[in-house]
């Protein structure tokens, strides 16, 4: 399957690249590691006139702790964040996350700026930047923005970046004292979307009382979703069985299926509820 | 149009291209090596899978322009002429291979897999190759194959490459 005809241009830096951005206008797109996009343009889903590549622009791939946040350059790849020591000690919801991603081939190109500003609620990384309360910086020709994950999702492939804009980083507050994450999602197959996944995040004081609680849902809403009301039921309580079967439970309510080949809405209900108590579990486990 | 340079099998290549033009038809058609096969051509089979620098990549899911500079290795570069590849020998060796028309895919990904990871886990075969389909589900002696070449690039005693009746 061929693409419609695009032109094409790979600039080297980012002040050429909004450039370019504001050169051609709406019909042109960012490509970053192209591996949804590219699908798209081959089934003619989407049929951009200009892509801009942004593979040569230095500088925007690094996984590091600075000034109290996790920062991810938005190029980073799958397989940085599965090779990161950083990641691999202090943040293993990223490597729950990276190994259900599509597979070994796909993860060496797609990038992890790609999966957020795609805005598609079937991709993993959006639940999982929910749970761990991240930002993005968006840059423009007028310089840097910063927008919190709760607000970057606009709606079905829609984001917070504007025409002209390409995010650029992914900030994490630096994990701190006993904390965990967790992510795991349903799938028919590897390589398939989520039929229903559930990103999980605590932190407990020393005397076992939560602290901070994330919990973000992926494909089981139109935009991907933050169960406010499990977090709120896990805050301030000492994790017991029944504070976690409460947060699972308020998480399978709140969220939003629809019925489709994955599963139907009380199906994929169910499986929110059974996922959150697991994620919450494991995030627990690796607190301790 | 636009000019793309690049190597593969380290042989210099150019040649003049659409941007639309998929990275495996260049490599097939403009080029004539036909042993990067097409499979679903949505990236999901993986017998379109080359090495990029190294790494490996489904060629049907990248555009040749963005190959522009790269090194490319498809299934034609892993024999010299000194005789196969550790990871052909393994597959032939291990009958790692039905109709085989995945298996040059497998053994890209495999010498990747391996360069990472020189002692894999069966697991970690398992999801390492979880990107390439077998359409025959040949898997068990693909896993074989590449337990054997793993040990054979360790200089390890080699396993029995005898068939397991599962």
Redesign the interface.
């Given at each position: 399957?061929?693409?419609?005809?695009?032109?094409?241009d790979?600039p080297v830096s980012l002040a050429d690249a909004f450039a370019l951005l504001h050169q051609y206008g709406d019909d042109a797109k960012i490509?970053a590691g192209?591996?949804s996009l590219?699908?798209m343009?081959?089934?003619r889903f989407a049929a951009p006139t200009h892509?801009i590549?942004i593979?040569n622009i230095p500088g925007l791939s690094y996984i590091k702790e600075e000034d109290g946040f996790l920062k991810i350059g938005a190029m980073s790849r799958e397989?940085d964040l599965e090779e990161s020591e950083i990641i691999t000690s202090k943040y293993q919801i990223f490597t729950d996350a990276s190994?259900l991603i599509?597979?070994?081939?796909?993860r060496?190109?797609g990038t992890i700026g790609g999966n957020l500003a795609h805005g598609d609620a079937a991709n993993d990384h959006p639940a999982v930047m929910m749970a761990l309360d991240a930002e993005v910086e968006i840059s423009g020709q007028d310089g840097k923005r910063t927008v919190s994950i709760n607000d970057f999702f606009h709606g079905f492939y829609t984001t917070a970046i504007q025409h002209g804009e390409i995010l650029t980083e992914i900030r994490i507050p630096v994990a701190s004292g006993n904390f965990g994450s967790a992510y795991h999602k349903a799938e028919r197959k590897?390589?398939d979307y989520a039929t229903a996944g559930v990103a999980a995040v605590v932190q407990i004081d020393d005397n076992g009382v939560c602290t901070k609680a994330g919990i973000g849902l992926t494909n089981v809403n139109a935009t991907p979703m933050r169960a406010e009301r499990s977090e709120a039921a896990l805050v301030g309580s000492m994790l017991s069985e029944t504070d976690i079967a409460k947060a699972a439970q308020y998480a399978s309510e709140d969220c939003n299926p629809s019925t489709d080949l994955r599963g139907d809405i009380d199906y994929k209900r169910h499986l929110v509820g059974v996922i959150t108590k697991r994620m919450l579990n494991r995030a627990i486990q690796r607190a301790k | 149009m636009k000019t793309v340079t690049l190597k593969i099998n380290g042989t210099e290549h150019t040649a003049e291209v659409s941007p639309r033009t998929l990275l495996v038809h260049l490599i097939r058609e403009n080029f004539s090596m036909t042993g990067t096969h097409i499979g679903c051509d949505t990236s999901s089979c993986g017998a379109c899978t080359i090495l990029i620098n190294g790494r490996s990549a489904k060629s049907c899911t990248i555009l040749a322009v963005q190959a522009d500079g790269k090194e490319i290795t498809t299934v034609e570069g892993l024999a010299t002429a000194e005789g196969l590849h550790p990871i052909q020998e393994g597959f032939h060796l291990n009958h790692a291979l039905h109709c085989g028309f995945c298996t040059a895919g497998v053994m890209m990904r495999a010498v990747e897999l391996l360069e990472k990871n020189p002692n894999p886990t069966e697991e970690e075969i398992r999801w390492g190759i979880s990107g390439n389909l077998c359409r025959c589900t040949g898997y068990n002696n693909i896993v074989k194959a590449i337990q054997w070449t793993s040990a054979k690039l360790q200089g390890k005693e080699l396993p029995s490459t005898e068939p397991v009746f599962v």
């Open positions: 399957m061929i693409a419609e005809d695009f032109k094409y790979a490509l192209g591996h590219i699908p343009m081959k089934l892509l590549d593979n397989v190994k599509a597979d070994p081939q796909v060496n190109f590897v390589g | -």
